[in-house]
Structure formats: structure tokens, C-alpha cells
């Protein structure tokens, strides 16, 4: 039972660049989000999907772009990487009939030169 | 900005004494959570208690809530050294799909 996986573990960019963070869960869940935690903060939410086919800016969507591709997957997308996306991400999922427990990915760690 | 602000930023004990820390919310819930962070990892959910409760136990943890003060505490009794990790309170807004985290309080167990 894998629970949420994220897809890179670490990842290096150089300013500019494009990438694709890669989140799946296996819980059957509807609802999916995406954090990123900066040193010595909390998370911070980027974006979300309440349930398939829908998604919704969250506090720091700026420079993001998401995709809920079917249920069980949600993907992140940098267009044009700056430094000041340098953080971890996170991936969660949950479901509303369990008062919204999240269940958090590994993250991924993420540098942008 | 964050809807819950940890208090203490940072917590040092020893094995064996008690750890509380505590959690203040600006606007009305559905529930309260706390997550449990080992350094490098992802969250840990450790406990939920819904806005019409007022105290919840769950092994060595317990959670209080004052939804009039709008903050919650937790208790860790007992602490290990592996209890040490960052804690963080993350709040459920009334009709809202979002759950937003506080800024989160690092725990330290000297063994």
C-alpha cells in the first residue's frame, strides 16, 4: 500500500527551465493538494483539486500550474523556473467523510540555480 | 497568511517530561489537526478534534481546544527521544476544502 507517491525525490534547475512534479495516490481519494515548505515555515498551499476535473488557486500559485489527470494523479508544473521556487514540495491527499486527514508524499526537493 | 500560529517556535526537554505547545486560529473551523514532521520528511496526521469538542486523547497525546480563545494545545507526555520533530497545527475552515498549516514547532527530546 504505497499511500502517495511524488515523482522526483530531488531535482536541480537551472533559471528558466520547465519541469513536472509527478504526485499519485492509491487511496481513492477526491480531494488532492500542493504545498511547498520553505526552511523553518510551514506549508504553504500552491494549488488544489477538490475533486477530479476541478482545481483551485491556493495561497501561492504564482509561476504554477496544475493538472488533476484522473483521479488518482496530480502533476505541478514550473514554466519558466526562478530562485525563488527553491523549496520542497509536497503532495497530499484526503477524503471530505474523514474531516479532510491529509496524507502527505516523501516530497520533493527542489533547486533552482 | 496562515490561518494557525504555533507557540513556542522551538521546545527543548528531557526524556521524560512533558511537551506542550500550543495553537492559535483567526477564523471559524470545522476541525483542528495536528502533524507530526520528522526532519526530511513528509507529514504525519497524529489527531483530529472537530470544533464541537473540547478535549481528545490518543496514546501519549492529548489535545485541548477553546474554540471561544480560538486555540488549541498539545500535550505529548512522557516525551522520547524519538518524539523529537517539527509539530504543526493545521486548521479546517466551515465549508472550505482547504486546510492550512501554521508555521510549526520544533520539538527536541535530549535522551
Known amino acids: 500500500n504505497a499511500g502517495v507517491t511524488q515523482t522526483p525525490k530531488f531535482q536541480v534547475l537551472k533559471t528558466g527551465q520547465s519541469m513536472t512534479l509527478q504526485c499519485a495516490q492509491d487511496m481513492n481519494h477526491n480531494s488532492m493538494y500542493w504545498y511547498r515548505q520553505d526552511p523553518g515555515m510551514g506549508l504553504r498551499l500552491i494549488y488544489y483539486?477538490?475533486?477530479?476535473?476541478?482545481?483551485d488557486k491556493g495561497e501561492v500559485p504564482n509561476g504554477y500550474n496544475v493538472s488533476r489527470l484522473n483521479k488518482r494523479e496530480f502533476s505541478l508544473r514550473l514554466e519558466s523556473a526562478a530562485p525563488s521556487q527553491t523549496s520542497v514540495y509536497f503532495c497530499?491527499?484526503?477524503?471530505?467523510?474523514?474531516?479532510?486527514?491529509?496524507?502527505f508524499g516523501a516530497g520533493t526537493r527542489l533547486s533552482v540555480l | 497568511s496562515q490561518q494557525g500560529e504555533e507557540d513556542p517556535q522551538a521546545l527543548s526537554i528531557q526524556e521524560g517530561e512533558n511537551a506542550t505547545m500550543n495553537c492559535s486560529y483567526k477564523t471559524s473551523i470545522n476541525n483542528l489537526q495536528w502533524y507530526r514532521q520528522n526532519s526530511g520528511r513528509g507529514l504525519v496526521h497524529l489527531i483530529l478534534?472537530?470544533?464541537?469538542?473540547r478535549e481528545k486523547h490518543s496514546g501519549r497525546l492529548r489535545v485541548t481546544l477553546d474554540t471561544s480563545k480560538k486555540s488549541s494545545s498539545l500535550l505529548i507526555t512522557a516525551s522520547r527521544a524519538a518524539d523529537t520533530a517539527s509539530y504543526f497545527c493545521?486548521?479546517?475552515?466551515?465549508?472550505?476544502?482547504?486546510?492550512?498549516f501554521g508555521a510549526g514547532t520544533r520539538l527536541f527530546v535530549k535522551a
Open positions: 478534534i472537530r470544533s464541537n469538542e
Open positions: 483539486s477538490a475533486s477530479e476535473g476541478t482545481t
Open positions: 493545521a486548521t479546517r475552515n466551515t465549508g472550505g476544502f482547504k486546510t492550512i
Open positions: 497530499a491527499s484526503s477524503e471530505e467523510v474523514q474531516g479532510g486527514i491529509q496524507y
